[in-house]
């Protein structure tokens, strides 16, 4: 079993930062990539940033780039996500996304974390 805990959404007003945080755990044996996601009220769910495990390459939605920043440590299985000059458009439901082998079995999959709301408005 893998579980993907998230942390740090909350409510933040325009031009404000915040960071998120998403732990995975369990059985795992390597992953080759995290990321967030966002979907926001009747909008499909998006790529916000991912992250390559090994080697560390980004790519980010062009809507957030030069305000976000992605990061990982590897050796705790986490990645953030740090969010600065926010703006209304950025609120929604905040998805953290890992692709990797599970122990167990082998076999590769994509877990998805709960979700943690981020709401930018004064």
């Known amino acids: 079993q893998v579980q993907l805990d998230e942390s740090g959404g909350g409510l933040v007003q325009p031009g404000g930062s915040l960071r998120l945080s998403c732990g995975a755990s369990?059985?795992?044996?390597?992953?080759?990539?995290m990321g967030w996601y966002r979907q926001a009220p009747g909008k499909e769910r998006e790529l916000v940033a991912g992250?390559?495990?090994?080697?560390?390459?980004?790519n980010y939605a062009d809507s957030v780039k030069g305000r976000f920043t992605i990061s990982r440590d590897n050796a705790k299985n986490t990645v953030y996500l740090q969010m600065n000059s926010l703006k209304p458009e950025d609120t929604a439901v905040y998805y953290c996304n890992a692709n990797l082998r599970t122990a167990r079995t082998g076999r590769t999959f994509d877990y998805w974390g709960q979700g943690t709301q981020v709401t930018v408005s004064s």
């Open positions: 992250i390559v495990t090994t080697g560390g390459s980004t």
């Open positions: 369990g059985s795992i044996f390597s992953i080759n990539t």
